[in-house]
């Protein structure tokens, strides 16, 4: 049984940083595929950044340049490093591995933006 666990979400300031972590705990043979999305209020769920089990990464848009998608396979866990933050980043944000060819789910974090 795979369980992720994110970490890292709060209010910040418009400007500000924060760093997402999901750590992933039981049987894992191999991190394949990781991914962030985001929820905004009243909006559907959007991919923000992923991560392919080459290395090759993908961003939206709206957070290329200012966001930055990594990872530590030996601890499986993944990051998601978010810089200049704006106020339409606010939204929970949920990890999704693809772990040993099963999709699993973290329950989201907060982030809130204020400006």
């Known amino acids: 049984q795979v369980q992720l666990a994110e970490s890292g979400g709060g209010l910040v300031q418009a400007g500000g940083s924060l760093r997402l972590s999901c750590g992933a705990s039981?049987?894992?043979?191999?991190?394949?595929?990781a991914a962030w999305y985001r929820q905004a209020p009243g909006k559907q769920r959007e991919l923000v950044a992923g991560?392919?089990?080459?290395?090759?990464?993908s961003y939206a848009d709206s957070v290329k340049g200012r966001f930055t998608i990594s990872r530590d396979n030996a601890k499986s866990t993944v990051y998601l490093q978010m810089n200049s933050l704006k106020p339409e980043d606010t939204g929970v944000y949920y990890c999704?591995?693809?772990?040993?060819?099963?999709?699993?789910w973290g329950k989201g974090t907060l982030v809130t933006v204020s400006s």
């Open positions: 999704n591995l693809l772990i040993s060819g099963e999709d699993y």
């Open positions: 991560s392919g089990s080459g290395g090759g990464t």
């Open positions: 039981g049987t894992i043979f191999s991190l394949n595929a």
